[in-house]
T-cell receptor, first 112, second 113 residues
Framework: RKEVEQDPGPFNVPEGATVAFNCTYSNSASQSFFWYRQDCRKEPKLLMSVYSSGNEDGRFTAQLNRASQYISLLIRDSKLSDSATYLCVVMGRGSTLGRLYFGRGTQLTVWP | SQTIHQWPATLVQPVGSPLSLECTVEGTSNPNLYWYRQAAGRGLQLLFYSVGIGQISSEVPQNLSASRPQDRQFILSSKKLLLSDSGFYLC????????????FGEGSRLTVL
């Protein structure tokens, strides 16, 4: 079983739509969670961390459910510039390096 | 501020040829350094990580190797490339604070023919 599983996508939505991505992780001892964004043929960049109580950054809302080992990302009022691949990332526990496990990513295309 | 650079950005190599990708970090000392590979349609796979000069750990057995000759320099190499080595190679660093954020270089896209 993979460490991190994501919706495969792709998601194609019109501008202004609300879209949600889901992710599950296999290691119940995982300690930290993130969403990264990767533009086409570019390097991934941190979008936001995911906190236990849920957190919001502008149009982006991240949720964590430790009991279900489930992470989500909600994007409201989608913009054309939101088109990218979104990577779910989990940090393993017990590693001084903070070992990060990446999902395959969910591709989003926002159309005008 | 910290920056990370890797090169070359793109390369096309024949099967059996050698490989050398270089990564350098500026503006930080003693960073943890990583090499990842992203194959088409796949997630990022950790290949090597290093916590200091001369200290390399390998995650996946393969025909690739890594070296860290200086604190801020990380090199990925191969003596003989395979077709399966094609992919997008990313160097990354993480500072001492365990925030979980990795900073990636611009990536090197390798095509083995």
């Amino acid at each position: 079983r993979k460490e991190v599983e994501q919706d495969p996508g792709p998601f194609n939505v019109p501008e202004g739509a609300t879209v949600a991505f889901n992710c599950t992780y296999s290691n119940s001892a995982s300690q930290s969670f993130f969403w990264y964004r990767q533009d086409c043929r570019k390097e991934p960049k941190l979008l936001m961390s995911v906190y236990s109580s849920g957190n919001e950054d502008g149009r982006f809302t991240a949720q964590l459910n430790r009991a279900s080992q489930y992470i989500s990302l909600l994007i409201r009022d989608s913009k054309l510039s939101d088109s990218a691949t979104y990577l779910c990332v989990v940090m393993g526990r017990g590693s001084t390096l903070g070992r990060l496990y990446f999902g395959r990513g969910t591709q989003l295309t926002v159309w005008p | 501020s910290q920056t990370i650079h890797q090169w070359p950005a793109t390369l096309v190599q024949p099967v059996g040829s050698p490989l050398s990708l270089e990564c350098t970090v500026e503006g930080t000392s003693n960073p943890n350094l990583y090499w990842y590979r992203q194959a088409a349609g796949r997630g990022l796979q950790l290949l090597f990580y290093s916590v200091g000069i001369g200290q390399i750990s390998s995650e996946v057995p393969q025909n690739l190797s890594a070296s860290r000759p200086q604190d801020r320099q990380f090199i990925l190499s191969s003596k003989k490339l395979l077709l399966s080595d094609s992919g997008f190679y990313l160097c990354a660093w993480k500072g001492e604070t365990n925030t979980g954020e990795l900073f990636f270089g611009e990536g090197s896209r390798l095509t083995v023919l």
